[in-house]
């Protein structure tokens, strides 16, 4: 058998760091080796550093681990997942990257650079491509590979199918879990029996995301896709699972009926990555799906629920938000790389 991968987590003990370690724990490929978070928790074992807050055990093999700081000469790994803030992700994932780690990135530090891959896999896997320009540029011995906020992951995987009608014009409001903003993130007075109609920042980044996303790739830069997005986000009770209501100009004027069939075709076979789910898009055809609390954790909460399709077009996508929209996306991308001998 191979060698496992050796797999580090920055910011282990957050919200997203949890889920790492919950996508990592029985990976085929990956072995957990390095568990990184800030100076009030290194030193300590991660039982007692983190508050684990998953419906599942913590992992015996992680419980007694000693976190180590965030500093590439204290992190024994191949690859590093990181959940960091953003704020911090800046400095210290180039840090990785400068002494030779693949760093799979969640955080939003470098998505928007030019020569740094913003990648879904099913959506724009050549985009990785771009590593190459991104090494010759900086010097650097690793890489960052990033992807997307969590409301753009969903929304750009049913924009994928939908290009061939010509996309000119989408309009998406979201209704994000609570969960998407950590655990410290919202108060329970703020958020119990009440919408809050802002996300700081998260609208320019639905706005500008998925154009990188959907453009292509020319072996040397992105050509963004050439159409006009308008978001409003909103933070509903709901622990986990972000939904999203879209309306969708397009120059074929498909009907639902084509837009459900392009649903439903979708399939990029990325050819057995272990976290990859066996429908990217499931199609709801019930008048009131999808829901978070019913549909979040369809194929291990990589499956994305789509339903409503009507006249417009319209559509209510559905997606778990630190999964599918956080830890499960770099994980995916982690596999990819390995898949295409860059790890
Ligand atoms: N939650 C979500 O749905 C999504 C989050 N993201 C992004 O992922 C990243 C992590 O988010 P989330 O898990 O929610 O955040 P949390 O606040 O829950 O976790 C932050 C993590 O970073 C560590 N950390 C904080 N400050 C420092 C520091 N100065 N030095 C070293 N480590 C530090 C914390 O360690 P300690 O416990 O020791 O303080 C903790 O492990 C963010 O960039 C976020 O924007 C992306 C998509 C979705
Ligand atoms: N802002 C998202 C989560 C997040 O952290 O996004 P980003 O990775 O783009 O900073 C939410 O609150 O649901």
Known sequence: MAEPIRAGILGATGAVGQRFIQALADHPWFEITSLAASERSAGKKYKNAANW?????????????????????????????????????????????KKGFAVASNASAYRMEKDVPLVVPEVNADHLGLIEVQQDN????????????????????????????????VNVATMQAISGAGYEGVASMAILDNVIPYIGSE??????????????????EIIDADF???AACNRVPVMDGHTETVWITMRDDPTPEQVRQAFLNFNPHLGDLPTEPDQVLIVRDEPDRPQPRLDRNMGNGMSISVGRIREGIRYVLMGHNTIRGAAGASVLNAELLHKQGKL
Do not use: H
Not at 76 to 97: G, I, M, R
Not at 143 to 157: D, E, G, H, Q
Not at 212 to 220: D, R, V
């Open 53 to 97: 807050r998953l419906d599942e055990k913590l992992p015996d093999e992680v419980a007694d681990m000693e976190i180590v700081s965030v500093d590439p000469t204290k992190v024994d790994a191949d690859v590093v997942f990181s959940a960091l803030p953003s704020s911090l992700a800046k400095t210290v994932e180039a840090d990785f990257a």
């Open 138 to 169: 900086r010097g650097w011995d690793g890489y960052i590979i990033t992807n997307p906020n969590c409301s753009t992951i969903m929304l750009v995987a049913t924009l994928k199918p939908l290009m061939k009608f010509g996309i000119q014009n």
């Open 203 to 220: 609208e320019e980044k639905m706005e500008t995301e998925p154009l990188k996303l959907l453009g292509e790739f020319n072996g040397s």
């Open 228 to 230: 006009k997005l308008s």
